[in-house]
């Protein structure tokens, strides 16, 4: 089986914890090594299953070192969205003396690129507080200029070791994208713009609402595989510091899974 680096392997790390296929309910949780190789993340399927229950929090847990590895912040992504699941939020690093350290320096985890749907704020289906997580966040994970920077200044300023790529289920820009290349209409001010760059993603084996969901999937590996290409970020993942990995929100369960 492969690992995420060799660091891993046989050191006590357990199944990789982020979800593979769309969650479904029943049955167990099976744990399967996955390779992403634009990438370079290898992942073993354990799920986000609502089944499995949320604890309590342990000094352990209130102690434990952030996340350094790419492995071990999908990890913590995986578990803040399992109590995020299960109505058993922990919300985080809200303290008086978080708060006040926080004021000097910050050493998030993850990078997240999701959209701006109000329906998926990172920090709440990660359960996550401040400090954590550095969110980005535009219509339909569209990149820019802006976007990447902001990517780049998270990864090589602070050494962030996780990239999430986070689409959703009922996406309305990437609807808005599919319908306006159907209809040839053209859109309003500067949401043309964010059609024109998810239009290249759309899946057009699909008809309907099919082709509008498969693209939320498409749009995401398409900017998964975007930023893997940037030379800075690709020498990152080359050397195992850093994973890019593609995911999707589903509003129905509230459950993220890997997009492969």
């Known amino acids: 089986m492969n690992s995420l680096s060799t660091a891993h392997q046989g050191a006590g790390h357990g199944p990789h914890p982020f979800a593979g296929p769309r969650p479904t309910t029943g049955g167990t949780v099976r744990r399967t090594l996955l390779r992403t190789a634009l990438t370079g993340a290898a992942a073993l399927g354990a799920g986000l299953a609502a089944t499995t229950p949320a604890t309590a929090v342990t000094s352990a847990e209130r102690t434990r070192p952030r996340p350094s590895t790419p492995y071990e912040a999908l990890r913590e992504l995986a578990e803040g969205n399992r109590r995020w699941r299960a109505c058993r939020e922990r919300h985080p690093h809200e303290t008086a003396d978080v708060r006040r350290t926080l004021a000097t320096a910050q050493h998030p985890f993850a990078v997240v690129l999701g959209c701006i749907d109000s329906r998926v704020p990172p920090e709440l289906v990660f359960d996550q507080g401040l400090g954590d997580l550095m969110t980005v966040r535009t219509a339909g994970e569209v990149l ?82 975007e930023l893997a290409a940037e030379p800075d970020l690709a020498a990152r993942i080359s050397a195992g510091a850093l994973a890019i990995v593609g995911a999707r929100y589903e509003l129905t369960d509230q459950a993220v899974h890997r997009i492969r």
């Open 144 to 225: 820019d200029e802006a976007v990447l920077g902001s990517i780049a200044y998270g990864v090589l300023e602070l050494g962030i070791p996780l990239v999430v790529v986070l689409g959703h289920q009922s996406c309305g820009a990437v609807r808005a994208a599919v319908e306006a290349e159907q209809s040839g209409e053209h859109l309003p001010a500067h949401i043309q713009y964010l059609a024109d760059r998810i239009r290249p993603a759309i899946d057009h084996s699909r008809e309907g609402d099919a082709r509008i969901d498969a693209t939320v999937d498409a749009n995401v590996r398409r900017v998964r595989s």
